[in-house]
């Protein structure tokens, strides 16, 4: 028979097994409830932006509403009064339907497509470096193209200003020929005249042209310099940025009206009113846009700037020196003009007076003649076998006359004063004519030397005419100039003397 154990009295706790046993597993199961909790929220927070993770002292579904709150539809009234929803700004799908916008959601852990989405930003990042790249390039082309043009013009205005400074230069020679023309003249025209004055106010005015114009290509030689070096500094610049765009086949032009403007250096663009396209990028040292670039392109304009203003100054310096050398060459030829007319009006009266001194002259001498005759008559003949019984002192009425006492006649004494006194008028005569015939001489030399005068002005008009044409070059008027001697008068003058 089973032996029966007598019962005990029952207690508070009727487990059986020991308290640290049960707080063991309770710890251990309150540990394994934690740390379940610490990974399903890291797991979920894994996958949702930092922005979407619930706050714990609020309930989740004032979390959730506050969440959602931004992605709702806005209403905005209208000046009308009505209403209209709009979605908030911002990145998102925009959905319609449910009249929300969702930003736009991103994972803090790679998702399964995340080769391929590095892979599409690799991409990205190398498309936007190369259009970044063609647009610079384009840039960089454009203001290539316009610092070729500007040099082009600068060349033109320098080959125009070198013309001018040449026709300037010919001017001088022309002046130098005129002087040395001049100098052929005779002493008697040598006289200092307005024209010389003139001549030498021109000699004065071509020098200070000449420096002006030196200054000007000196200038412009510097400037084409810069325009040159620029030119380079962009071509090696445009040519690095190309490297990078070889493979893709889109024309530069085409990436500046995709980029909503011309150029970043065009000054000739007339500025409208709309607002243009992209602005110029900050330089980036790593960049496309890298400082070198933007050195360059700034130096661009303003040697764009600079060329500019410098063309337009040396356009009106070389049309000003052109009027003003065109009035200083009419008023010198004026000048000569006058003093030809000048001396013309004064050989037509040397050659009046002339005339009148050779009818005097005439006069004189048939007067002269006419007194040497009469004073033959009045001395009468050589011998007394010629004279005539009227003639002699001792025919008989005189004879017998003259013996009376105080009757004695004055014909002797008469003959002998009439005698002396017309052998003083026909010396007084002789002196007379002496000194017509030697002022005939000095007036026909003086004639001769305005009509020398005269033609040497003519020439030196016409030449001055004829070497300003602007087909004589310099150097035919140097070799003029070199070829005269002004010991040596010209053959025409040898031959008019």
């Known amino acids: ?36 909790d610490r990974c399903g929220q890291e797991a979920v927070t894994m996958w949702q932006p930092k922005d979407s993770v619930r706050d714990p002292h609020m309930a989740r579904h004032l979390c959730r509403a506050a969440y959602i709150l931004p992605w709702r539809f806005r209403v905005e009234m209208l000046k009308g009064g009505s209403t209209m929803e709009k979605p908030p700004p911002g990145e998102g799908v925009t959905l319609w339907k449910g009249k929300m916008k969702p930003p736009a959601w991103h994972a803090r852990l790679p998702l399964p497509m995340h080769r391929d989405a590095r892979a599409l930003q690799t991409a990205e990042v190398v498309h936007a470096h190369a259009r970044g790249a063609r647009l610079t390039a384009a840039r960089l082309s454009r203001a290539q193209h316009q610092i070729n043009g500007q040099l082009r013009l600068l060349q033109r205005q320098r080959e125009a200003t070198d013309h001018r400074l040449s026709e300037v230069r010919k001017a001088l020679l022309i002046n130098q020929q005129s002087v040395k023309l001049r100098g ?56 690095e940025r190309l490297q ?67 063309l337009l100054d040396m356009a009106k310096n070389e049309e000003d020196i052109r009027e003003q050398q065109q009035q200083i060459n009419d008023h010198v030829c004026a000048s000569l003009t006058q003093k030809m007319r000048e001396t013309l009006e004064l050989k037509d009266r040397l050659n009046m007076t002339l005339g009148l001194m050779r009818a005097t002259i ?64 026909i010396s007084h005569v002789e002196e007379n004519l002496k000194e017509l015939l030697f002022m005939r001489k000095n007036v026909t030399w003086s004639l001769n030397c305005k009509k020398i005068g005269q033609d040497v002005d003519y020439n030196v008009v016409r030449l001055r005419l004829r070497q300003r044409h602007p087909h004589v070059c310099y150097e035919q008027a140097q070799r003029l100039v070199n070829d005269w001697d002004p010991r040596t008068p010209p053959r025409s003058s040898v031959a008019r003397k």
């Open 1 to 36: 028979m089973p032996v029966l154990i007598p019962p005990v009295e029952h207690s508070q706790d009727t487990r059986v097994g020991p308290p640290a046993w049960r707080e063991a597993t309770k710890a251990l199961t309150q540990k394994a409830h934690q740390l379940t």
């Open 184 to 239: 052929y003249r005779p002493k008697s025209e040598k006289i200092p005249d307005k024209a010389d004055s003139m001549l030498t106010w021109e000699k004065e005015e071509l020098k200070s042209m000449k420096r002006k114009m030196e200054k000007d290509m000196e200038k412009s030689e510097a400037l084409l310099k810069t325009l040159a070096s620029c030119r380079d500094t962009l071509v090696f610049c445009c040519k």
């Open 244 to 310: 990078a765009v070889e493979l893709m086949n889109q024309p530069l032009d085409k990436i500046l009206e995709q980029a909503g403007r011309h150029s970043w250096v065009n000054l000739s663009r007339v500025p409208t009113p709309r607002t243009q396209g992209l602005k110029t990028p900050p330089p980036d040292p790593v960049g496309t846009y890298t400082p070198e670039c933007a050195t360059a392109l700034y130096e661009a304009k303003r040697l764009l700037m600079e060329s500019k203003d410098t």
């Open 362 to 425: 005439h006069r004189c001498t048939k007067f002269n003649q006419e007194m040497c005759v009469t004073r033959g008559l009045v001395k009468g003949p050589l011998s007394n076998s010629h004279l005539e019984t009227r003639e002699k002192l001792d025919r008989p009425l005189v004879r017998m006359y003259q013996r009376h006492v105080g009757t004695q006649l004055p014909e002797a004494t008469r003959l002998a004063q009439g005698t002396d006194k017309l052998q003083r008028r």
